[in-house]
């Protein structure tokens, strides 16, 4: 596996070794050991998720300010613009985001760790994401930030489209306006 840290770094982008021929393929999607040995972490994930969207779909931005989780996301079938945003106070690259194109064919994953806000939008006719977390959802926990906050400004590849978001996240608030992490 492959270990690529983003501008912000401690999120990072993970590209497996996919072993393939005429049949098909095969790569270890996640492996405990390869995952502490290329990253440096050693984590439990206690949940797994997996959620299909159609195009132009919105998701976040997410996170949790109690039992914080990190996420090890990644697109089974499709692709989406996933991204992160750091929302810890202490943090040198507080309020930045980081962004990747995570698809069915580059089968890489985003590594999120907590602290920080998650979303995607969906690119392709339909996506199907998974992701590893590192606690358990605790709805009464539950934040969103607007996924068009201005301070934040992140750059959502929506080519003019409107995104399809749910309820909740149409109520997101502002990072200035928003419970955030120390």
Not at 48 to 73: C, I, P, T
Not at 107 to 124: E, R
Request: net charge negative.
């Amino acid at each position: 596996m492959q270990v690529q840290p983003l501008a912000i770094p401690e999120v990072l982008l993970l590209t497996p070794r996919v072993f393939g021929d005429e049949r098909g393929f095969f790569f270890e999607s996640f492996n405990a050991r390869a995952f502490r040995e290329a990253t440096g972490l050693s984590l439990d994930f206690v949940q797994d998720n997996h959620s299909r969207s159609v195009r132009h779909v919105l998701r976040g931005l997410h996170y949790q300010v109690e039992q914080a989780q990190g996420k090890l996301v990644r697109v089974v079938q499709g692709e989406v613009f996933d991204v992160a945003v750091d929302i810890r106070r202490s943090s040198p690259t507080f309020g930045q985001w980081v962004g990747a194109r995570l698809s069915a064919e580059n089968k890489q994953q985003l590594w999120v760790p907590p602290g920080f806000a998650h979303g995607f939008v969906t690119l392709s006719e339909s996506a199907e994401f998974l992701y590893k977390t590192t606690d358990y959802y605790a709805p009464a926990h539950e934040r969103c930030i607007a996924w068009n906050d201005p301070e934040i400004a992140v750059d959502w590849p929506l080519e003019g489209n409107t995104p399809q978001v749910s309820a909740k996240d149409a109520q997101g608030l502002s990072l200035a306006s928003a419970e955030l992490f120390p």
